[in-house]
């Protein structure tokens, strides 16, 4: 059975790195994308970017290009997630989520598998 | 980037009530949207794919229709464990978009 297991919950001071990891079970990691989708408080989610673990591609959603960056270790099956220059603005509880279509990029996004959310505080 | 705009952002209904979510699409997106269900503190749990294909192994209480712009999500006869929020979500474009949220409580 397919399973996501995210890192624990994180406080941040302003202008620190996140790093978030999202280790995969019941499947191979580099047969389907990975993307990261962020929920703060009383909010809708938000889709923050993809990455196919087989090759490595990435996109990211435009507001956190230059600060995000998506990476994947095959050797333990798991995703990582980092940002950078925090603010308080990026408190939230951020999701790992497995597309269903094999490395479809963005083409066909449905997900079908979550990790249970890593839940993330920036202040000072 | 396509704004997904759901409505009612909440409803309190009764056991076995029909309860209707919409949601908009600010373009055409076809049929490429997802309905998922979020209960307190759990990662949100895919229930509609592609408008109105019902996941394996849930309920068929729960339905989907719509295409283009405009879409709804249906609870037939509400139980008390739907008590959750639902959110819409689009792919036809990047980035990906998720509507605000419907929360559905119990009256």
């Known amino acids: 059975q397919v399973q996501l297991v995210q890192s624990g919950a994180e406080v941040k001071k302003p202008g620190a790195s996140l790093r978030v990891s999202c280790k995969a079970s019941g499947y191979t990691i580099t047969s389907h994308d990975i993307h990261w989708v962020r929920q703060a408080t009383g909010h809708g989610p938000e889709w923050m970017g993809w990455m196919n673990p087989n090759s490595g591609d990435t996109g990211y959603a435009q507001k956190f290009r230059g600060r995000l960056t998506m990476t994947g270790n095959i050797s333990t099956n798991t995703a990582h997630m980092e940002l950078d220059s925090l603010t308080s603005d990026d408190t939230a509880v951020y999701y790992c989520?497995?597309?269903?279509?094999?490395?479809?990029?963005?083409?066909?996004?449905?997900?079908?598998?979550w990790g249970q959310g890593t839940r993330v505080t920036v202040s000072s | 980037d396509i704004q997904m705009t759901q409505s009612p952002s909440s409803l309190s209904a009764s056991v076995g009530d029909r309860v209707t979510i919409t949601c908009q699409a600010s373009h055409d997106i076809g049929n490429y949207l997802n309905w998922y269900q979020q209960k307190p503190g759990k990662a949100p749990t895919l229930l509609i794919s592609d408008a109105s294909n019902l996941e394996t192994g849930a309920p068929s209480r729960f339905s989907g229709s719509g295409s283009g712009t405009d879409f709804n999500f249906t609870i037939s006869r509400l139980q008390s464990e739907d008590i959750a929020t639902y959110f819409c979500?689009?792919?036809?474009?990047?980035?990906?978009?998720f509507g605000g949220g419907t929360k559905v409580e119990m009256k």
């Open positions: 979500q689009q792919y036809d474009d990047v980035p990906l978009t």
């Open positions: 989520a497995r597309s269903r279509v094999p490395l479809g990029g963005v083409l066909i996004v449905v997900f079908d598998n």
